[in-house]
């Protein structure tokens, strides 16, 4: 060691380094260096991105929280490249704030990575709608411009203009420290037991760097990459280390409950997690309210989704039929519902498809063509049934409002929750006072830029 570096002991090691934005240089593409160039990532990202912005849209002088979406935004071109997560919020806020948005995107439909084709041509239909110009299956070979960027080159050779570049063409894991320490994955994740304890005893790995096996693959270390998940396994890490030290458990022989309280603690060492992704377009048509007041669109129609569970196997789409904006899908494995999304929903109907992932409801064929028609209703019934057979006799999904741990009960599961409004003939739900509540994993990032 010199006098640069220290050496820290410790007992037990969290490795919590997350990831950094992908460039665009690793994609195969020349962003030139730009300044207009800009990746979304961390909160000094967004600090970048509105300096580059505030440059080519400046600010009203009455408004505090957002930037300007005035007439005199409407012809200034941006491109976001990257159809996935982060570039859909991205060209959803650009649009917000008065930009004419292209999002370039190399598969059939948007979110293809997370979501099924028929759900991605929903939001490649809605940011369509709404003025976003989608281009698909192409693929950008090179940022032009001299001082900035003043276009994207595409592989068939032709130009898109823009006097803002937003690079959202994913995530790379903070690993390059442990690559000849720690055995990792190929997409340099950091392999774990189901403790999430690494090949060296006591030496932990949490959130975006971890790949944990995963029992639903049987056994095949797999990367979790989103914020629920994040939050999840730090704090199951954080219980090991601070409540079951494996010297502690070795000495609590004193009397039966002792005993009982650390076989219970033992068993609760197994990290496992159901995956959960959540999504807000915040998209929907700009509405003026008179000559100097636009509201805009991310407070009008937004549309929120949430996905449990596994997309592997059948897919069985349902449609509630007084609001097309109330939209589900469930995947169906080896006679059992494994995964489940709902767009546009109450909370109690996002619980409920949670819980229907979460216990992988049992499916026989005769079902589907009533998952399809009432896909919400269906799943009442059936963990109804099951709850009452099997788990907790006598126990009513009426009589409850399901958390994950089936706690606390409560009577008023069919009323509304008061920060929530259903609008029936905008066919679209809206939270009142709409900040971004319930957004993507990496909304709270983007959340920043309204500060």
């Not at 300044?35 to 080519?56: F, M, P, Q, T, W």
């Not at 080159?153 to 130009?159: A, E, F, R």
Request: hydrophobic share 35%.
């Amino acid at each position: 060691m010199d006098n640069r570096t220290r050496l820290i002991k410790y007992n037990s090691l969290i490795i919590a380094t997350g990831s950094r934005a992908k460039t665009l240089e690793e994609t195969g593409v020349d962003s030139g260096g730009y300044a207009n160039v800009v990746s979304i990532r961390k909160a000094s990202d967004i600090g970048h991105l509105r300096r580059v912005i505030s440059e080519r849209a400046p600010r009203k002088k009455s408004s505090v929280s957002t930037l300007s979406s005035t007439k005199a935004n409407k012809d200034i071109p941006a491109c976001v490249i990257g159809g996935g997560y982060i570039g859909l919020e991205s060209a959803s806020y650009l649009h917000g704030w008065g930009f004419n948005v292209t999002v370039i995107h190399s598969g059939k439909q948007l979110l293809t990575r997370f979501l099924p084709p028929e759900v991605g041509f929903r939001y490649t239909q809605l940011y369509r709608k709404s003025n976003v110009t989608v281009i698909l299956e192409e693929t950008p070979v090179g940022v032009l411009g001299g001082f900035n960027a003043t276009g994207i080159l595409m592989s068939d050779g032709t130009t898109i203009n823009c006097s803002l570049v937003v690079s959202a063409v994913g995530a790379v894991p903070n690993t390059d420290l442990f690559q000849n320490q720690l055995n990792l994955t190929s997409d340099g994740g950091i392999k774990t037991d189901n403790e999430l304890q690494t090949g060296i005893p006591g030496v932990y790995a949490v959130g975006d760097v971890v790949a944990f096996p995963w029992d639903f693959y049987n056994g095949t270390h797999k990367r979790w990459p989103f914020g629920d998940h994040a939050r999840r396994s730090g704090e199951h890490v954080a219980r090991i280390i601070l409540y079951r030290p494996h010297h502690l458990l070795e000495e609590i022989k004193v009397d039966q409950y002792l005993n009982k309280t650390a076989s219970m603690i033992a068993n609760k060492t197994t990290y496992r997690y159901i995956p959960k992704t959540t999504f807000d377009s915040l998209l929907g048509p700009r509405k003026k309210i008179d000559a100097n007041t636009i509201v805009e669109s991310r407070f009008i129609k937004p549309a929120h989704g949430e996905f449990y569970g596994y997309m592997i196997g059948r897919v069985i789409y349902f449609n509630c039929i007084r609001n097309r904006f109330k939209f589900g899908a469930f995947w169906v494995h080896n006679g059992k519902a494994v995964g489940t999304y709902m767009e546009g929903g109450l909370n109690k109907d996002f619980r409920l498809m949670k819980k229907v992932a979460e216990m992988q409801l049992p499916v026989q064929e005769i079902e589907y063509e009533h998952m399809e028609k009432d896909g919400l209703g269906w799943a009442r019934e059936t963990l109804d049934r099951e709850l009452d057979a099997s788990v907790y006799p006598g126990f009513s999904i009426k009589d409850s409002f399901f958390h994950s741990d089936l706690s606390p009960r409560q009577t008023d599961i069919d009323k509304y929750d008061a920060s929530e409004t259903f609008i029936e003939e905008d066919t679209a739900f809206e939270r009142s006072g709409y900040s971004g509540v319930g957004s993507a994993d990496y909304s709270d990032v983007m959340d920043i830029a309204r500060l």
